[in-house]
């Protein structure tokens, strides 16, 4: 077999069955690196002698586990005492973690092995990989364009094949979005789900670990992993984490009475004019597998769908503002080269210097826009309101979430845009997330599942439909999903590298 | 101390002092606020080299999180609750910004608006009666790490120096109302507020490791042609002995009225500044200002959950709380009738004052009990240089010595040895008293004898003649002689009283 066209599932069940060794499929996969990195620019950091090493300690049965011997990736953002955590930023280029992020050290606790460091927006911030200060990652589908982000690094390494399954991060939408527009599955967990311990932090209140593979069970057994409360997080939540959540070909807990799975749709995600026909034709498609499949389908309303990107860019950056202030060279991190002058503006000098050398120009706007929103006398019109409204957009789901058991929207308005189409307008930028954003806000959990192609310029270019559920409902989210995976098999398309 | 004479009254004026106190108190948890890194302010760690209590989380390094120190709130409600202080049941932690290289992550974690002890106050003595100084809050946050400009021992540095040791420390910040009319007042009020977190075990109270920091907070009110006009507050940082406290205080009452003789400014919007004290100049001094000083954006820590405090908590902690050490002294003078400099001695050390506490409970009288405490115990733990607590005399043994010492079976003047004997052994001291042959002979046949050898022996015949003729101290040399016989082992009351008898026969 080719180990590294399959799933994380099969390739694992291969390893255990020893049709293939661990260091085998490893090498595969590290030689795919090879081959395509240089094009792809996914990787920003590998661990390649690290990875041969846990592969043969699996292969010599040292290292056991339910992942045992399939290779992982992660995002750059995730701290691992193995190689570099840059945050693909100039100012950690060269930073080193003491300490492994428990999300990632679940994964490794259940033998996986971990290939390396994935691209993505600097410090998570961005829909497309070009805020990274080490270049922009390429869609494995058309390098032309971009892979979505800022876990982008992320799914252009699993579209193309790179990695058995990786991790991304989800702060608006950075794993479901770039999931979407390079056809694979991306799950955002419920916040407080999977632990933020060693995740570096861009907005701590919506920040959330999640996973990026081929399939609905492959994101369901990592998600089963890495989840459940961690003591090193205090906004970990400590719920029961189900023994058949992996199971996604398993029942679907419905509603006492009716029984029937209600798929719940909202005008705020239909609009046909900021839609991309392709993207109409998956959710009218998703929905049409629903319906065929004796779901009930429901009318939703979330009225406050349209302030969810200002209430986000609001809270997202007065959080950042405060997280990235410890970036000032004292510590650790890039230092300023510049003598300092003498006298009791030093060290002023120092941090001011450092930091403006350190950090890419979108960091430092949303900098300055949140370190303003936090500002006295703004505090209430901004920051404040856009706690108020964050609680009105979980209202929303709430009451949405009494009359249905997911909502069906689009991930993205559209597919995957060229290189440089938005990086000069931040405000076109910021409208990727759309349909991600509440989400986040809400603290619930969304998916985005391949839902098929738009075809631009001769080129397939996947796009995704999205299952929003309830927090802590993942194991009901993913059986949802999986009813129309397994109708439509979308995920078995793989771009021709 | 002494009372200050009014700086006005030169210049025809009336002046009162308003102060208002800020108290840092480092908790002496034995981990830090937010992580299981060691505290510096528990006495464990005291002397740990530079940099050597961190951890991740302590230098903030990317990806870290705090996790709340369950128990540094525990000791914030109990000083609350001693304080009279709502506590909050519930209060959520928030980010103070501001940019400085001892502070790792550029804020600090603290409490903005939801303070976990809200108003109070505490009764200090004032010539004779009392006067009640209101407490505004109370909030926990973390103490910030140290920025040296020499090398540790004192060399030359060509740059700054980080020492993180401190950083993430818990800390309590107490604030008053401006209730001090006197620099007396805030000494008074700084000393019963120490003895209180020292007897309740929240902290050390060590000022020059500076446990307790307090920053007073000062203006004048001047009485001028039927006006009363008030000084711009100012604001002392960092003091950490009660000789500064005073010192500031006084020099700023001076100080404040000549320059509003000078410049005539009043308390304002923004008028507010900020000054330092100097040691050896006793004066405050201007401090450097930032223009945007309180602005610190703060917001809610999004990296930690809310406190919630339910009745079993709050109880359990209620159940911890110790009779304070003003209350504890007004009862050892006025009911166990100690001399308040001995009542006084023994509250000072909280270990000692839990010892003296043991020996009662072992049913010894308080006015022995003390006596033994203050004069042989202290003696002999000066000596060995520990507490008296800490010698290895148990409460029990101590009380049985008092009970021995009663009963008339040992003398005074063995006590020392038997206390010697108690250190290195848990046996009961009437048993050490036997086996080192220092119990009193009460045996009257036996004193008779050693008596009438004495009277009978020529060389002291000066001295029976002598006490017959009616000069009492001649009866020293006749003791003497009788417990150099008796190897100390006889009862020097029954002596005297056989001598005496012998001797008008």
Redesign the interface.
Same mark, same amino acid.
């Given at each position: 077999m080719d180990p590294t066209q399959t799933t994380l599932i099969d390739l694992r069940n291969a390893i255990a069955s020893k049709q293939v060794s661990a260091e085998e499929a490893t090498r595969a996969y590290l030689d795919r690196i090879d081959t395509h990195n240089d094009a792809l620019n996914a990787f920003r950091d590998r661990m390649t002698d690290y990875a041969l090493k846990r592969a043969r300690a699996v292969d010599t049965g040292e290292v056991t586990g339910r992942l045992a011997g399939v290779p992982i990736a992660i995002k750059d953002?995730?701290?691992h005492t193995e190689g570099t955590?840059a945050?693909s930023s100039k100012m950690?280029e060269h930073?080193r973690?003491?300490?492994t992020?428990t999300a990632v050290q679940r994964l490794e606790d259940e033998g996986a092995v971990i290939l390396g460091k994935t691209n993505m927006d600097e410090f998570a911030m961005g829909s497309s990989t070009e805020n990274s200060a080490f270049g922009v990652s390429r869609n494995p589908w058309d390098l032309d364009r971009v892979p979505g982000g800022s876990s982008g690094g992320t799914t252009s390494a699993m579209a193309a094949d790179l990695a058995a399954a990786a991790l991304g991060s989800d702060t608006g939408g950075s794993i479901r979005q770039p999931a979407a527009i390079t056809g694979l599955v991306g799950l955002k967990p419920t916040y407080g789900r999977i632990s @933020?311990?060693?995740? /570096?932090?861009f907005?701590?209140?919506l920040d959330q670990i999640g996973p990026v593979t081929h399939t609905l069970a492959d994101a369901a057994l990592l998600t089963q992993i890495m989840c459940g409360k961690d003591?090193?997080?205090?906004?970990s939540a400590d719920v029961p984490v189900e023994s058949d959540l992996h199971d996604v070909d398993g029942e679907i807990d419905l509603a006492p009475g009716g029984g029937k799975l209600r798929i719940g749709i909202a005008s705020q995600y239909l609009d046909e004019s900021a839609n991309h026909p392709a993207v109409t034709a998956a959710f009218n498609e998703a929905l049409a597998v629903y319906k065929q499949q004796g779901a009930e389908v429901v009318e939703v309303d979330l009225p406050h769908t349209e302030y969810g990107i200002p209430c986000y860019y609001i809270v997202a950056t007065?959080?950042a503002?405060?997280n990235l202030? @410890?970036y000032?060279g /004292?510590?650790?991190g890039h230092r300023t080269g510049e003598p300092t002058p003498n006298g009791?503006n030093a060290?002023?000098h120092l941090?001011s210097q450092s930091r403006a050398e350190g950090f890419g120009s979108e960091v430092k706007r949303r900098i300055m826009l949140g370190?303003y929103a936090?500002?006295?006398g703004y505090?209430d019109a901004y920051?404040n309101r856009a706690l108020k409204t964050r609680r009105l957009i979980a209202r929303d789901f709430d009451t949405a979430f009494e009359q249905c058991d997911a909502i069906l929207c689009p991930t993205t308005t559209g597919p995957a845009f060229k290189i440089g189409d938005k990086a000069d307008d931040p405000l076109a930028m910021y409208m990727n997330d759309i349909y991600t954003v509440t989400t986040n806000l809400a603290g619930i959990a969304g998916v985005s599942v391949p839902g098929g192609f738009a075809e631009e310029d001769g080129k397939r270019l996947p796009v995704g439909v999205q299952l929003i559920g309830k927090a802590f409902d993942e194991k009901r989210l993913l059986r949802i999903a999986r009813r129309y995976e397994r109708e439509t098999e979308l995920w078995k398309h793989r771009p021709a590298l | 101390m002494t009372t200050a004479h009014d700086p006005g009254q030169p210049y025809g004026l009336k002046t009162t002092l308003m102060v208002g106190m800020e108290i840092h108190v480092e908790l002496d948890t034995r981990t830090k606020m937010w992580t299981d890194a060691p505290n510096v302010a528990h006495p464990d760690y005291f002397d740990a080299g530079p940099n050597t209590l961190l951890s991740p989380v302590v230098i903030g390094m990317p990806g870290t999180l705090p996790v709340m120190n369950h128990a540094a709130v525990e000791m914030s409600i109990l000083v609350g609750l001693a304080l009279n202080c709502a506590i909050a049941r519930r209060c959520k932690w928030d980010r103070k910004s501001y940019w400085y290289p001892d502070l790792p992550k550029n804020y600090q974690i603290s409490q903005y608006d939801q303070p976990i002890c809200g108003a109070g106050y505490l009764d200090i003595p004032v010539d004779g009666s009392t006067k009640r100084i209101r407490i505004t809050r109370a909030h926990l946050e973390e103490d910030a790490g140290k920025l040296l400009h020499d090398l540790p021992g004192g060399g030359h540095s060509d740059g700054s120096l980080v020492d993180l040791n401190r950083a993430g420390t818990p800390l309590l910040e107490i604030v008053t109302e401006p209730d001090f009319g006197s620099a007396d007042e805030a000494v008074v009020f700084g000393q019963m507020l120490r003895d209180l977190c020292r007897h309740l075990g929240v902290t050390q109270g060590v000022m020059q490791q500076g446990h307790m920091r307090f920053e007073p907070n000062i203006n004048v009110l001047i009485e001028k042609d039927a006006r009363t006009c008030k000084t711009p507050i100012v604001e002392i940082k960092n003091l950490n002995s009660f000789k500064a406290v005073h010192g500031a205080i006084l020099h700023e009452h001076t100080r404040q009225v000549e320059k509003w003789l000078e410049d005539g400014v009043e308390m304002g919007a923004r008028s507010k500044s900020t000054r330092g004290w100097d040691d050896a100049k006793l004066v405050t001094t201007p401090q450097r200002e930032k223009e945007d000083e309180d602005e610190y954006r703060y917001f809610p820590d999004p990296d930690l959950c809310e406190v919630e405090v339910d009745d079993a908590m709050l109880e359990a902690i209620r159940a911890r709380l110790v009779e304070l050490p003003h209350a504890r002294l007004r009862r050892y003078v006025d009911e166990l009738k100690l001399k308040e400099a001995d009542a006084k001695a023994i509250i000072d050390e909280p270990a000692v004052t839990a010892y003296f506490e043991r020996v009662l409970a072992e049913g010894a009288g308080a006015l022995p009990a003390a006596k033994l405490l203050r004069n042989n115990l202290s003696k002999l733990a000066n000596e060995k240089g520990a507490g008296p607590d800490a010698l290895g005399v148990s409460a029990a043994q101590l009380a049985s010595i008092v009970g021995l010492l009663d009963a008339g079976t040992v003398g005074s003047n063995v006590v020392d040895t038997l206390l010697v004997a108690c250190t290195t052994s848990d046996a009961d001291p009437a048993q050490l008293a036997e086996q080192g042959g220092l119990v009193q002979v009460q045996d009257d046949s036996q004193l008779e004898a050693w008596v009438d050898e004495v009277l009978a022996n020529p060389k002291l015949q000066k001295a029976v003649e002598d006490l017959r003729g009616g000069k009492q101290q001649a009866i020293g040399a006749l003791m003497g002689q009788v417990m150099r016989l008796s190897k100390g082992s006889a009862n020097p009351g029954q002596v005297t009283k056989l001598i005496l008898a012998k001797v008008r026969q």
């Open positions: 953002c995730m701290c955590t945050c950690l930073y973690s003491p300490f992020a @933020r311990w060693g995740l /570096v932090a907005a701590s209140s003591p090193l997080d205090s906004t007065a959080e503002s405060s202030a @410890r000032d /004292v510590h650790y009791a060290i002023q941090m370190t936090l500002s006295s505090y920051y | -």
